[in-house]
């Protein structure tokens, strides 16, 4: 019997030394929403197109609806590889870790969404990505987004005057503080998971975002008022941490990183298609009502001066001025 045990555990240890060498990993993801949310669809197409280029050696377990947090805990987790390996992930959520990536989704950066395509097809955001890994070990795998970030709130905004001291909160980058005080409002910092309480108890009168994520996180309930501002079209990467993209084989990392590129493209058909007609279903259901700003073509002047001083700051002119001029 004794022999027996000996050579049951030396099955055991063979069985785990053949799992160990065909490289199976599992991977954690993360979306702060439901399967119904563009972010939660582009991370499956993901998913998909990595298990059938791996056969199956990557799983995947994605958790929902906010179960690990919301986007500026997982930039933590990533950082120190623990808890999330991948997500989608706004470039403001990430400032703390390395200040030049919210350059990438500063408002009032792309003039409509064919400039917002051509930038994120060509490789002009390759110095930001370097020091992203750089400075917080985060790898970018692809470009998602396309929503319209617009402002969204309890009361009417329709004009500078209305926008005038008005109390919004902003990602916790500064250059979103500083781009909406440029534009005279009271913005400040608050985490994504205590915005609609913040509205509800009239802590903040609104804040900005898109269509997509108002729907599908209900904000509407406190902030039926949609004003068209316009001033961001979102630029979204599909991030995995330095931590699990080092424990791939050199093969994976090949297939992770393809497959973040086309998903990404997959994810910003989608949700750049679906912004309008998730606009359209809630001012339909009477959630929300739109209004046009009125002014809106004096904003970007207000601002430009703010991210030509932001881009001076961390010595990336010249990336900026080749972003605009693409
Ligand atoms: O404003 C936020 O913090 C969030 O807004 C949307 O839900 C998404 O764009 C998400 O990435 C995050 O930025």
Do not use: C
């Not at 692809?142 to 926008?163: A, C, F, Q, W």
């Not at 804040?207 to 001033?231: D, M, R």
């Not at 990183?257 to 606009?279: C, H, I, V, Y």
């Amino acid at each position: 019997s004794s022999v027996n045990l000996l050579k049951g555990s030396a099955i055991a240890v063979t069985l785990l030394a053949t799992s160990a060498s065909a490289q199976d990993v599992t991977l954690r993801g993360a979306s702060m929403f439901d399967e119904d949310h563009a972010f939660t669809k582009t991370m499956r197409e993901f998913e998909r197109i990595v298990g059938e280029a791996s056969g199956n050696s990557i799983a995947f377990d994605l958790r929902l609806n906010g179960e690990l947090g919301v986007e500026s805990d997982y930039v933590t987790f990533l950082n120190q590889g623990v808890a999330v390996d991948y997500t989608i992930m706004a470039p403001s959520n990430m400032a703390t870790f390395a200040p030049s990536i919210p350059l990438m989704d500063m408002p009032f950066l792309f003039r409509d969404l064919e400039h917002w395509e051509a930038v994120l097809s060509s490789d002009a955001f390759a110095p930001l990505e370097a020091e992203l890994l750089e400075a917080a070990d985060i790898v970018i795998l692809g470009y998602t987004g396309g929503g319209v970030r617009n402002l969204v709130s309890s009361v009417p905004i329709k004009n500078l005057e209305d926008l005038a001291g008005h109390r919004m909160r902003v990602m916790g980058a500064p250059i979103q503080a500083q781009v909406f005080q440029a534009l005279t409002a009271a913005p400040s910092a608050i985490a994504y998971s205590e915005v609609y309480n913040a509205i509800q108890t009239g802590v903040i009168a609104g804040f900005e975002n898109e269509a997509a994520s108002i729907q599908n996180l209900k904000f509407y309930e406190v902030a039926p008022y949609v004003t068209l501002t316009g001033h961001t079209i979102t630029v979204r990467p599909i991030v995995m941490s330095g931590t699990a993209f080092r424990a791939l084989t050199p093969e994976q990392q090949e297939i992770v990183k393809a497959a973040g590129a086309q998903a990404g493209a997959f994810g910003r058909a989608l949700e750049s298609r679906e912004d309008g007609t998730k606009l359209q279903e809630m001012v339909d259901a009477g959630q929300v009502q739109t209004l046009e700003f009125e002014g809106r073509e004096k904003l970007l002047e207000m601002v430009t001066p703010v991210q030509d001083a932001y881009a001076a700051e961390l010595g990336a002119t010249e990336l900026l001025e080749a972003v605009r001029a693409q």
